[in-house]
């Protein structure tokens, strides 16, 4: 079977370091996330920043110091967020691509996020993918709900993406599609030929639908953003959800795709 990708999204924008104390908040922590993220079978590690008292930041120093710690530690791909924290704006949300990392996020749409409504107009999405076309970066498309995909399309109608590309199915937000099998398995076969496809399952959901994915030949997100608990009522190492990943991956015959192999399946640039 193919390699499986395995993601780690290690900090999130919602979460505070009073939730878990498990949260990378330095770059010097998140390099340290990394390096044990990579010896325990991950590939990529998609990034948020936190300033020194934990809150959400875009700031371009912080991103480039978090892109250093990690490659300082791992070889691991590194993923910017564009989706960052609700209510940011644009140029917030786009600024650390003029630092080119390996690929980053596109949310294909708005959905209600618990209470919030996470935007994600056309216009927005426009203006988004106009700085991944200037700094040359290539997206990972996160799709939260059935229409994203098809708004993928029509972005793709209006000349904005080529496919094929890798989407993100980010399942199980309270607002968003549902995570099960059977909307997995819907939104697998509405692809466009030749993308590639992983979900991330949030909460209790992390586990059952990372098992599905590495049967159905998909890729796999863990990681603290997505789901704090290793199981009921125990907090959760990144590293220790990445571990698991592996192990399952192991007994069900797939080998785990390292950095250079997550390169050339997701088609980024050398
Ligand atoms: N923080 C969420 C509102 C992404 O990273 O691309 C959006 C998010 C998506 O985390
Ligand atoms: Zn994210």
Redesign the pocket.
């Known amino acids: 079977m193919e390699p499986l990708v395995i993601t780690v999204?290690a900090v999130?924008?919602e979460l505070t370091p009073e939730a878990t104390p498990h949260l990378p908040i330095t770059p010097e922590q998140l390099g340290e996330t990394a390096a044990l993220c990579a010896a325990a079978g991950a590939a990529m590690i998609?990034v948020?920043c936190r300033d020194d008292d934990g809150r959400n930041t875009s700031d371009v120093g912080r991103f480039g110091a978090a892109r250093d710690a990690i490659r300082a530690r791992s070889e691991l791909l590194v993923q910017f967020?564009t989706?960052g924290a609700i209510g940011m704006t644009v140029a917030e949300r786009t600024a650390p691509l003029r630092l080119r990392p390996d690929m980053a996020?596109l949310t294909c749409g708005t959905i209600n996020f618990g209470d919030d409504v996470f935007e994600n107009s056309f216009p927005i999405m426009r203006g988004i993918l106009a700085e991944f076309e200037r700094y040359e970066v290539t997206p990972e498309l996160e799709v939260f709900d059935a229409g994203h995909l098809s708004n993928a399309k029509r972005l793709a109608a209006e000349g904005l993406l080529s496919f094929p590309h890798h989407v993100d199915f980010v399942l199980g937000v309270p607002g968003g599609l549902d995570a099960n099998v059977r909307n997995l398995s819907y939104l697998v076969d509405s692809l466009p030929a030749g993308c590639s496809w992983s979900v991330a399952g949030v909460g209790r959901a992390q586990l059952p639908m990372a098992t599905v994915a590495i049967a159905m030949g998909g890729h796999v997100r863990v990681g603290l953003?997505d789901n704090i608990y290793y199981c009921k009522g125990r907090l959760a190492r990144n590293d220790e959800l990445v571990a698991r990943v592996a192990r399952i991956a192991e007994e069900l015959g797939r080998p785990l795709a390292s950095p250079q192999t997550a390169r050339r399946m997701l088609r980024l640039l050398p």
């Open positions: 999204a999130g924008a998609h948020h967020t989706g996020t953003e």
